[in-house]
Structures are given as structure tokens and as C-alpha cells.
């Protein structure tokens, strides 16, 4: 049973910093490109940031410079450190795992947690 869980998401005034961490379970991580995304009330769910298997990252225009995205394999977690949060930055974040292999690719979802942002 494969179970992304989100965790670190909490209220923050604007300025501060928050840690998100997606612990994996049921997947094979090494072989998994991990990503975070957001949706706030009303809007569309949009990329934040990812990490690809290999190490290699990008980012939303709007989080460059502020949120850094980081793996440790060990721990079968990826990591969003989120600094100079913005009330925009407000949403509930979830974090993705994506598999690619031949013939399609699998994706999971976890359950997202919130962040609040206060100006």
C-alpha cells in the first residue's frame, strides 16, 4: 500500500519560515521523481517544486530563491523548507510521487496539509 504523508504545515506571519517534510512508504523512492504543489481556495492546483530522481530541481517562478526542495533517501522523505512565506503562499500543499516507466507512469497523491499565512 503505497502512502505519501505531509506533515510541517501549520500557521505562519508573513516573513516566516515553515518545514514540510512527505514521508513515502510502498514506493521505491530512489526511482520516484517527488514534487509539492498547492491549491489555494478557488484556484487550480499548481507545480511548487520538484526533485527528480537524480537530484536535479525546479521551481515555480514565484517561489525562486524562497522554498528549497530536498530528498533524503535514507529516510524515504522529501523536504519543502519554505522562507519569506507570503499570504499567497497560502493553500493546502501535497506532495506527489511520480514513476516513470515504459508504457505510462504512476502517480501518487498525499492528503496535503495546510498552510496559513497571516500578513
Known amino acids: 500500500q503505497v502512502q505519501l504523508v505531509e506533515s510541517g504545515g501549520g500557521l505562519v506571519q508573513a516573513g516566516g519560515s515553515l518545514r514540510l517534510s512527505c514521508a513515502a512508504s510502498g514506493i521505491i523512492f530512489s526511482l520516484n521523481h517527488m514534487g509539492w504543489y498547492r491549491q489555494a481556495p478557488g484556484k487550480q492546483r499548481e507545480l511548487v517544486a520538484r526533485i527528480f530522481s537524480l537530484g536535479g530541481v525546479n521551481y515555480a517562478e514565484s517561489v525562486k530563491a524562497r522554498f528549497t526542495i530536498s530528498r533524503d533517501s535514507a529516510k524515504n522523505t522529501v523536504f519543502l523548507q519554505m522562507n519569506s512565506l507570503k499570504p499567497e503562499d497560502a493553500a493546502v500543499y501535497y506532495c506527489?510521487?511520480?514513476?516513470?516507466?515504459?508504457?505510462?507512469?504512476?502517480?501518487?497523491w498525499g492528503q496535503g496539509t495546510q498552510v496559513t499565512v497571516s500578513a
Open positions: 506527489k510521487s511520480l514513476h516513470l516507466r515504459a508504457g505510462g507512469h504512476v502517480d501518487y
